[in-house]
């Protein structure tokens, strides 16, 4: 009996498979979560779904009718679940102020009468007011911008249209543009660092270049949370930088280096360059030597050699450095966390704060979200500019 063989295209698919289902699990999946929980919103509508049903006939101005006040007593009494009912609350409170103390009267008012009809007046007058009524039915629907709209500062009136967020309220534009920024200047250096370096190793040899090389690479086989900790301790007045610069005579007293945005900005730095030296350093190994004394023996003066041969044929080096350092930096937590002081926390700190400390799913996926958006439209601006000059190329 013959063997049964593979087809090609059989074989070839198992082979990838293993990567598909690793794609699948730890990106696709992940990512999906996350955009699903910025605009879901069942805090409200887990805990009162018999509301939810009677409150289709509620015409959204009138007081509501008994049947809508008892399927509220009902579900409040078979709440079992003290944290989603927190939730709840949370939930409501933001949405009308004085909800919270409001639902605490209503739901002991609940179970103490165990069974049959409660009246919410006796319990509390705001059940009267429909605007209470009103952001219990706005809040029962399972989707929801409010996430959205709310890390980019904005919120919904009374009426629905979309406006600002009071200005004590929006902060997180401000984080963002934060970010922004830092990255901006982390990458800036990055760059007047990392090209001299990295032409520095080009135009050694032997043993010189690998021990430039082995510089660069070093850093990246030790643990961020290390290095971070190594710049915590440089940076101090007592560290090592102020004691050398007060030893030479350069200062009188220690420089605030730590708990700033002169000490983020060094430590990401420091951690970034990588990022960008092997980029430019890949490119500048394509480029021929003997250009450059061609453009001298031209008559072109070396900086003027540089400018118009080097750099134009190692600006991809740059864009590609550039980019890695800016889309990796845009995400930091541990290095400003650390080093960094109350103003100079970006974007990622803000998103472990909903996710740890208050339980916000839905804020924290809804800033990870935009985040994603900037970043992919960083990269889409980097593919356009790497074909616009491959045209012109």
Known sequence: MKKRV????MGAFLLVAPLFFFIALFFVWPLASVMKQSVSDTAVLHILPKTAEAMSDWDGESTPSPTLQQAL???LRAATDEQATGDMVRRLNSAQSGFRTLMAKTIKAANEAREGPVDLLEIDKKWAQPQ??????EALSPVTDRYLLASLDLTRD???????????AAINTAIFSRTLWISALVTFFCVVLGYPYALLIVASTGWKRQLLLAAVLLPLWTSLLVRTAAWFMLLQEKGLINELLQTLAFINEPLALIFNRTGVVIAMTHVQLPLMVLPIYSVLLTIPKNLMPAAASLGAHPIRAFWRVMLPLSFRGILSGSLLVFMSALGYYITPALIGGAGDQMISYFIAFYATETANWGMASALGLVLLIITILLYAVYERLSATRERSA
């Not at 593979?6 to 295209?9: A, D, G, Q, V």
């Open 6 to 9: 593979l087809s090609p295209r």
């Open 73 to 75: 007593i009902d579900d």
């Open 132 to 137: 209470y009524w009103k952001a219990i039915s």
């Open 158 to 168: 009374a009426s629905g249209s979309i406006v600002s967020q009071p200005p004590e």
